[in-house]
């Protein structure tokens, strides 16, 4: 039903995360010497002020989040707010984003990070709250709510990133990117694909609606109980889905992200968020999607073969967006390799050169214990 083929991951790693376009923050940036940012002989690692202890800054509540009434922030980012800060951190797949593309770095393409949390469920035994305020205070890119962690409440968390960003950031951003935490991304195409919004529709980011990404057409729910995606007649009776974007990575403006989070106020919540948001929720509002299928590979395999061939030949990657296959740190592999692309470094893959003629993928789990392995030509898509 989605393109979501990928084990579960701990809990406090069922993120998302809000890339926010701050075309104003950028543009001054460029134009003034005297930028927030400080001055490093490394662009991709700066040092944090001496005084990393601090707790972070409280803030009035929040007030109601759809149907939760006293809902509040544990942890508020004020990442549009501040100078840019980076070091290395000790979570595996948030530590990848941060060493695969450095919080100085976006903020020099005119990008913010944010990772989106809930609380600490009773049963977490392996991260303590303890260690999240101490993540926030060593890079304020956490943004956390006051409810539960849960798969079943991801959509509390969606429209929470999507109201921080459209709120929060109100006159610092235009654009937002919203993606999952285990997703490859090309940001350096996402940047050139926003420039060109820019330059060809410059009232975008405030009058216009914008929705684009990976666009599912007319999609049944799962009447199979067994099936993770199940969905009960009581939850959505309708036999289709309207059309909505994969929850992978899509990208929005203000102005829309503001008249979902406004009319999901009033529809009854949904647990599959993306399907919610960007179908229930958008159509009521009558906001066209915008289709960008081609940008998307459903196989990690294909990145893989791509920070080979740009390895080895410059080749350029067919695909922009895709999961990391569990692998934490191909994303960080992808991305410091792509670059080249952006400034013009790398070739156009020649004719019958394309993945899915050459790309050879090798087994990223164990064979199981049990049972007859089975060898047969598997075709990739």
């Given at each position: 039903?989605?393109?979501?083929?990928?084990?579960?991951?701990?809990?406090?790693?069922?993120?998302?995360?809000i890339v926010l376009l701050c075309f104003s923050y950028?543009?001054?940036?460029?134009?003034?010497?005297?930028?927030?940012?400080?001055?490093?002989?490394?662009?991709?690692?700066?040092?944090?002020?001496?005084?990393?202890?601090?707790?972070?800054?409280?803030?009035?509540?929040?007030?109601?989040?759809?149907?939760?009434?006293?809902?509040?922030?544990?942890?508020?980012?004020?990442?549009?707010?501040?100078?840019?800060?980076?070091?290395?951190?000790?979570?595996?797949?948030?530590?990848?984003?941060?060493?695969?593309?450095?919080?100085?770095?976006?903020?020099?393409?005119?990008?913010?990070?944010?990772?989106?949390?809930?609380?600490?469920?009773?049963?977490?035994?392996?991260?303590?709250?303890?260690?999240?305020?101490?993540?926030?205070?060593?890079?304020?890119?956490?943004?956390?709510?006051?409810?539960?962690?849960?798969?079943?409440?991801?959509?509390?968390?969606?429209?929470?990133?999507?109201?921080?960003?459209?709120?929060?950031c109100e006159g610092r951003t235009k654009f937002i990117?919203?993606?999952?935490?285990?997703?490859?991304?090309?940001?350096?195409?996402?940047?050139?694909?926003?420039?060109?919004?820019?330059?060809?529709?410059?009232?975008?980011?405030?009058?216009?609606?914008?929705?684009?990404?990976?666009?599912?057409?007319?999609?049944?729910?799962?009447?199979?109980?067994?099936?993770?995606?199940?969905?009960?007649?009581?939850?959505?009776?309708?036999?289709?889905?309207?059309?909505?974007?994969?929850?992978?990575?899509?990208?929005?403006?203000?102005?829309?992200?503001?008249?979902?989070?406004?009319?999901?106020?009033?529809?009854?919540?949904?647990?599959?968020?993306?399907?919610?948001?960007?179908?229930?929720?958008?159509?009521?509002?009558?906001i066209p999607l915008e289709r960008h299928n081609d940008?998307?590979?459903?196989?990690?395999?294909?990145?893989?073969?791509?920070?080979?061939?740009?390895?080895?030949?410059?080749?350029?990657?067919?695909?922009?967006?895709?999961?990391?296959?569990?692998?934490?740190?191909?994303?960080?592999?992808?991305?410091?390799?792509?670059?080249?692309?952006?400034?013009?470094?790398?070739?156009?893959?020649?004719?019958?050169?394309?993945?899915?003629?050459?790309?050879?993928?090798?087994?990223?789990?164990?064979?199981?214990?049990?049972?007859?392995?089975?060898?047969?030509?598997?075709?990739?898509?």
């Open positions: 039903m989605r393109m979501r083929g990928r084990r579960l991951l701990p809990i406090v790693l069922s993120l998302l995360i950028i543009s001054n940036h460029l134009r003034d010497s005297s930028s927030s940012v400080p001055a490093a002989s490394d662009e991709f690692l700066l040092q944090l002020p001496d005084d990393t202890t601090s707790a972070p800054r409280l803030r009035p509540p929040a007030g109601p989040l759809l149907n939760l009434t006293d809902f509040d922030y544990l942890l508020a980012s004020d990442v549009c707010r501040r100078a840019d800060k980076e070091l290395l951190g000790h979570d595996s797949l948030r530590a990848a984003h941060r060493q695969a593309i450095a919080q100085s770095k976006l903020a020099e393409m005119g990008l913010q990070r944010v990772f989106l949390l809930a609380a600490l469920p009773p049963s977490e035994r392996f991260l303590t709250q303890a260690q999240v305020i101490s993540e926030q205070a060593r890079f304020g890119d956490l943004l956390q709510g006051n409810f539960v962690e849960d798969y079943r409440n991801l959509s509390y968390k969606h429209v929470m990133g999507l109201r921080w960003a459209a709120g929060e990117i919203k993606l999952d935490d285990d997703i490859i991304y090309d940001v350096f195409h996402l940047r050139r694909y926003l420039e060109s919004l820019e330059v060809g529709q410059p009232t975008l980011a405030t009058s216009s609606t914008l929705l684009a990404g990976y666009v599912l057409d007319a999609k049944p729910p799962i009447r199979l109980q067994a099936n993770k995606w199940y969905v009960t007649r009581q939850e959505y009776p309708h036999a289709l889905y309207p059309a909505y974007l994969s929850g992978w990575l899509y990208i929005t403006n203000v102005a829309t992200a503001t008249r979902l989070v406004a009319e999901a106020q009033r529809v009854p919540i949904f647990w599959i968020d993306d399907t919610w948001v960007t179908g229930v929720v958008r159509a009521r509002l009558g940008w998307y590979s459903a196989n990690s395999e294909f990145l893989d073969c791509c920070v080979r061939d740009l390895k080895q030949h410059n080749f350029e990657c067919e695909y922009s967006v895709g999961p990391n296959g569990g692998n934490d740190k191909l994303l960080v592999e992808f991305l410091h390799h792509v670059e080249k692309c952006y400034f013009d470094e790398c070739t156009k893959r020649p004719a019958g050169k394309s993945l899915r003629d050459t790309c050879v993928a090798a087994a990223t789990s164990r064979v199981p214990q049990h049972g007859l392995a089975q060898v047969k030509p598997l075709k990739l898509r």
